[in-house]
């Protein structure tokens, strides 16, 4: 899986893509974008949206990278902690029903 993978990545300001090998090798700073997969993977139903979306692949990549993800980045915890309280901007894209 790389970069190509993703429909965002030509458009993408975040600095950690959990589809880059060497993510770790790079640094996130407070108050940086994190990568919207990686934000909507938190969301309340979020596999049955990925999956609507036919990116299922990409939760399922989210869900492996994100220990290792938060576990090296606070503040991309901090997000990923806040995301979860808020709506899936997918659902709304696609209107999921759950």
């Known amino acids: 899986m790389n970069q190509i993978d993703c429909d965002r ?6 600095n950690i893509c959990p589809l880059d ?3 770790p090798k790079r640094k996130h700073l407070n108050g940086e974008r ?4 990686l934000i909507e993977a938190q969301k309340s139903g979020a596999k049955a949206i990925f999956d609507k979306c036919e990116r299922g692949y990409l939760f399922e990549l989210m869900q492996t ?3 290792n993800i938060i576990a090296k980045h606070y503040p991309i915890k901090r997000a ?3 995301a979860k ?3 899936s ?10």
């Open 9 to 14: 990545f030509q458009t993408c300001s975040a």
């Open 21 to 23: 090998a060497e993510w």
């Open 89 to 98: 901007r997918m659902d709304r894209k696609i209107g999921v029903a759950l």
């Open 85 to 87: 309280q808020t709506g």
């Open 80 to 82: 990923l902690e806040q």
């Open 34 to 37: 994190v990568c919207f997969y």
């Open 65 to 67: 990278a994100t220990p």
